[in-house]
């Protein structure tokens, strides 16, 4: 049931994550369209999702927004089923659950309990699914420059290996890696002292606000390491032969370090974060007033 509600959802988000994935790589093949802020000033905006996506359309036709799928799928399911896997081989020992003041020690040594069992299936599934990722990733950013050299799943693997090795289906692991673990502990941690010390057990919503505190954290801390995202998914694809992994778009980079002080230096660290309304890099003030 779990893997076929991953897939589903998978399937379901794929246009976005790929219309994400191009705006990462910095292909941009409409023209921005001059708009007014909430301020009423001009302003030049970027293409959003759904106009990108109805360029791709022209392009590709409908199927051209699930180009990439079935290696995304394969992945979604390897991570389901690891995590399922690992979950089973380790368990977690049950504690009782904790909310008050007074077993503050007790309530924190769960949480860093059940982090570290979580993190450990995140990291396990991470690894075991990341080559697919990156056989999806490389298919997806074919569009940009018209190729055909990732085609299918099996000959992707033999061309990976063949010209990269085992490393290269490993490439931009270790920011995903690191996001996923700043992300669970941030996240966990800070919901944990928000329930803690901000949320009073004598109000009578207490409950039902500490159901929500991790979920409003992950948007929050999902923020913060979105640049680990980002430089994870441009290195999967950075210097593979493929037009969106080479200049003009990005240097080659020698590491995912480089990759990541070049994206800083460019004031580019959250390209892609949002696709709805994308500011131009060209002040309003360029505009002459009407």
Known sequence: LFVLLGAGLAAASHPLLYVKLLVQV??????????????????????GFFTYARHIVEVDGKRGLFRGLAPRLISSTLSTITRGSV?????????????????VKTSLRKVVRETS????????????????????????VQFVGREVKYSGVFSAIGRIFKEEGILGFFVGLVPHILGDVIFLWCCNLLAHFINTYAVDDNFSQASVIRSYTKFVMGIAVSMLTYPFLLVGDLM????????AGLPPYAPAFASWIHCWRYLSAQGQLFRGSSLLFRRAPIPAASFPVD
């Open 26 to 47: 910095g292909h941009e093949p409409l023209p921005p369209t001059i708009g007014r802020n909430v301020l009423g000033r001009k302003v030049l905006y970027l293409p």
């Open 87 to 103: 979950k089973k081989a380790f368990p977690l020992e049950d504690m009782e659950h904790v909310s008050n003041r007074d077993d």
């Open 117 to 140: 069992h979580e993190m450990m299936m995140q990291c396990v599934s991470r690894v075991v699914s990341h080559p697919l990722h990156v056989i999806s990733m490389r298919c997806m």
């Open 236 to 243: 999967a694809v950075n210097n593979c032969g493929l037009r």
